[in-house]
């Protein structure tokens, strides 16, 4: 089986099989700090993060590392001309890999985009050389594209579908091999409560996103037996730059000069039933160092809302 799926398509390696069993690394670190995090629960393991430099991604990143683990994160770190609010740059890039560092444990920074199944490959194979193992793959990449179905152009709906879902299958038909041949590993896909209910707002965001609920789940069965899982994380209104910018903002509420305070309060008021509007990316951080975790070996194929009681709406 290990020789097929070597030798198989990378079409046929998202559907194949891959190993049984654990494999450890020694990190490497120094200081008392360092010394601290390689007892971590998760010393040794190495954690892949794509759209790892600000936002969710960095969070992730920064309580994997706070467990011990060694990160690479992986982000385009452009501004392709397609995607209309800032993005992040390189210097967020090397900002964040100093940042995971800060925790005493090693980190790559790789600049890529996850529309390139290629630049994807190399990046998993200089993780392997670096770090001998991949452990956690985080899927985190995407975009957003406010607006009423009807207005979005060709170009519009190719870039979000390439991004968020191509991407997504890209990053993990790259990386499973890997986990192939370690004989483990935990992949968490950063979905949204957009995918959970629908969304006249976000019509092509919460498609995405309610594809990769039925990505994690088609995949959970399929490495069900073979010691990796396979979970969906579902934030609802996170604080970050996704949202937090002028083209979001100006494309739902027209002329109306909405500040991100405001659409804050909003969330407190009517989104929210807990009292909370927008809330910090750590906390989405800490559910998929949870899912990361040894408390969650057994749960895969899972859909784990973090909605401050938003979820309670919806439908069993």
Not at 85 to 97: F, G, Q, R, S, V
Not at 181 to 208: C, H, K, V, W
Not at 273 to 281: R, W
Request: net charge negative; with cysteine.
């Amino acid at each position: 089986m290990t020789e097929d799926l070597k030798t198989a398509s990378r079409r046929q390696v998202l559907a194949g099989a891959a190993g049984i069993g654990l494999a450890a690394a020694t990190l490497s670190a120094t200081g008392a700090h360092a010394q601290e995090q390689a007892g971590g629960a998760f010393a040794g393991k190495t954690a892949f993060i794509t759209g790892g430099a600000r936002g969710i991604g960095l969070a992730c990143a920064e309580e994997l590392a706070k467990g011990g683990a060694n990160v690479v994160l992986y982000d385009i770190a452009a501004q392709p001309a397609e995607i209309p609010y800032p993005m992040a740059t390189e210097e967020d890039l090397a900002n964040a890999k100093a940042t995971v560092e800060s925790h005493g444990v090693k980190c790559l920074a790789i600049k890529g985009d996850v529309r390139d199944f290629d630049a994807l490959q190399a990046a998993v194979a200089q993780t392997q050389s670096e770090f001998g193992s991949l452990d956690f793959l985080i899927v985190n990449a995407g975009i957003t594209q406010p607006g009423r179905l009807g207005g979005f152009d060709e170009e519009q709906v190719r870039t979000i579908t390439d991004i968020n879902l191509i991407g997504s299958i890209n990053t993990m038909q790259a990386a499973m091999p890997m986990m192939q041949e370690q004989g483990s590993g935990r992949i968490i896909l950063m979905a949204s409560t957009t995918g959970r209910a629908g969304s006249d707002n976000f019509p092509l965001y919460g498609a995405t996103k309610w594809a990769m609920i039925g990505l994690a789940k088609s995949a959970a069965l399929t490495v069900a037996p073979l010691n990796i899982t396979v979970n969906a994380v579902c934030p609802t209104l996170v604080r970050t730059k996704l949202l937090d910018n002028e083209y979001v903002l100006n494309a739902l509420a027209p002329g109306q000069g909405v500040t991100f305070e405001q659409f804050d309060a909003l969330a407190n008021q009517q989104i929210h039933p807990m009292d909370v509007g927008f809330y910090e990316p750590v906390e989405v951080g800490r559910t998929v160092a949870f899912l990361c975790g040894d408390g969650a070996q057994f749960i895969s194929g899972e859909v784990v809302d973090i909605g401050a009681a938003a979820n309670a709406r919806f439908p069993a």
